[in-house]
Nanobody, 126 residues
Framework: QVQLVESGGGLVQAGGSLRVSCVAS????????MGWFRQAPGKEREFVAA????????YYPNSLKGRFTISRDNAKNTAYLQMDTLKPEDTAVYYC???????????????????WGQGTQVTVSS
């Protein structure tokens, strides 16, 4: 199994930045990609970013390109999500997930991920 632990969430003012981290442990070699999703109250889980461990290839929804950046440190089994120019609508619980998407479009769907962290709250005040 793979265990994921997120950290780094918190309260930030609109326009500010925040970086959240996700440390993976266990059978990390069994997963090829890490993704970030978020869920706001009353809304569905939304894809935020994903990265492939092997070559660092990244995936973003068009709505977040340019503001959010995913990166990874293979030696530390850690993925990061840098969030800039934050808006109140970015307020959500942010989850990291590990999985093995095979095709490019699969990176965008939560069904492609097997292991999930407990989530970290990000709150952006106006």
């Amino acid at each position: 199994q793979v265990q994921l632990v997120e950290s780094g969430g918190g309260l930030v003012q609109a326009g500010g930045s925040l970086r959240v981290s996700c440390v993976a442990s266990g059978r990390t070699f069994s997963r090829t990609a890490m993704g970030w999703f978020r869920q706001a109250p009353g809304k569905e889980r939304e894809f935020v970013a994903a990265i492939r461990w092997s070559d660092g290839n990244t995936y973003y929804p068009n709505s977040l390109k340019g503001r959010f950046t995913i990166s990874r440190d293979n030696a530390k089994n850690t993925a990061y999500l840098q969030m800039d120019t934050l808006k109140p609508e970015d307020t959500a619980v942010y989850y990291c997930a590990a999985g093995n998407p095979r095709w490019s479009d699969q990176y965008y769907y939560p069904e492609s991920y097997v292991n999930w962290g407990q989530g970290t709250q990000v709150t952006v005040s106006s």
